[in-house]
């Protein structure tokens, strides 16, 4: 036993408004998909003869208006379709409401019957004559991003889509003024490379850690030029830690009145700071004495080491410039082990997010340096402190723990300041 669990009647309408005529007459067939199921719920299988016909009330005798028959129509899973007045046309267009019944072979009409939609009443715009309506005819100029819309009763210009609350119409595309970058402010205005569009403006969008000073993304906590705000700049002579400027002694000096000193071969300070050598005396291995042990050479009075004497870098009297420091005869600038010059700023290329694995090399938001490249976590043994992959045993400003500086003068070994 056949019965009928579900139908399924589409159709598209689409009127489209031109200045221009249609050769082409308006079709007068209609799709039409059904379902058919054994009395034990299984599809049926087929190919079989399908009989439609159409009645002006639901109930089949004597109100059968149209019929048409379809033989060996072919249905997978239960599911058929047909083309309905592709045999026997439709001899008008419908002026009330009609039902459709399927018959399946030489059974009886399978019930309930199926209302026929409103799709078949399109059937009636093959009234209208061609080029009757159009944007001319109606006298009305839409602006851009609108459409001639018919509101039931008069031909009127309207927005194609409605866009939500807190979104506008720009040309057509629903944006957010306060968020879109391509739309920021004002339809139209779009944001340069590398800017988001924030509270309706155009601003340089940062990565966690960094601050936005005059259109550069700075760390405020080493940045030489921006130390601690963006409007503080260290001094020749100091350096950022931890957004502080401070005297940045190399090893083996030690920060005598803010400038430093070689204890163990400076006159004015020999052996600590303030002690003053004699006229006469030099000071060797931290003891004013009359002459100097091997490896430090005599200049005015005080034993020196060429090799890192940054008032006498080389040879006597070749001074060094205000913050550099005399490396193996050299003048340069210098950073603790572990650190690299970038900028006129130490940087540890391992986890400094500003400068990734190279100088200048950025890491984008969201991410971290670390062991020289940008992550999304950092590696054994770093440990990401404030958005930036830190190693806590030799960080100066995260020394054994995040957020913990070394003070002025000591630096950071095995997690301890010394």
Known sequence: MLTKTRVVLAALITIILATHAFAE????????????????GSPVSGPKNLTFNLYSSRTVAPTQQWSEPHNNVPLTNGVYSVLLGETTPFSSAPTQQYYLGVQVDTGPVLTPLQPFPSVPFALS?????DNSITTSSLAITCAAGQALIYNGANWTCGMVCSCPSDQQNCNGTCANLTTDINHCGSCGTACPAGQVCSGGACA????????????????????QTHCGSCTSACSPGTVCSAGVCAVSCPSGQ???AGTCRDLTSDLSNCGTCGHVCPAGDVCSAGACSL??????????G?????????????SCAKACNSGQVCVAGACALTCQA????????????????????????MCAAGTVCSAGTCVASCQSPLVNCGGQC???????ANCGGCGVACSAGKYCSNASCI
Do not use: E, F, H
């Not at 715009?125 to 004559?129: G, H, K, L, T």
């Not at 002459?291 to 005015?300: D, E, H, I, R």
């Not at 830190?390 to 100066?396: F, S």
């Open 390 to 396: 830190k190693d806590v045993r030799y960080d100066p």
């Open 338 to 361: 572990g650190m690299s010059v970038c900028g006129g700023s130490c940087s540890n290329l391992t986890s400094d997010s500003s400068n990734c694995g190279a100088c200048g090399t």
């Open 254 to 256: 030690v920060n005598c």
């Open 25 to 40: 007459p308006i079709p007068r067939t209609i799709s039409y998909q059904g379902y058919l199921k054994n009395s034990d």
């Open 302 to 314: 005080t034993c020196t080491n060429l090799s890192t004497d940054i008032a006498n870098c080389g």
């Open 125 to 129: 715009a093959a009234s209208v004559a």
């Open 204 to 223: 340089v969008s940062c990565q966690t850690g960094l601050t936005n000073c005059n259109g550069t993304c700075t760390n405020l906590a080493t940045d």
């Open 291 to 300: 002459s100097c042990q091997a490896g430090l050479t005599a200049c005015s």
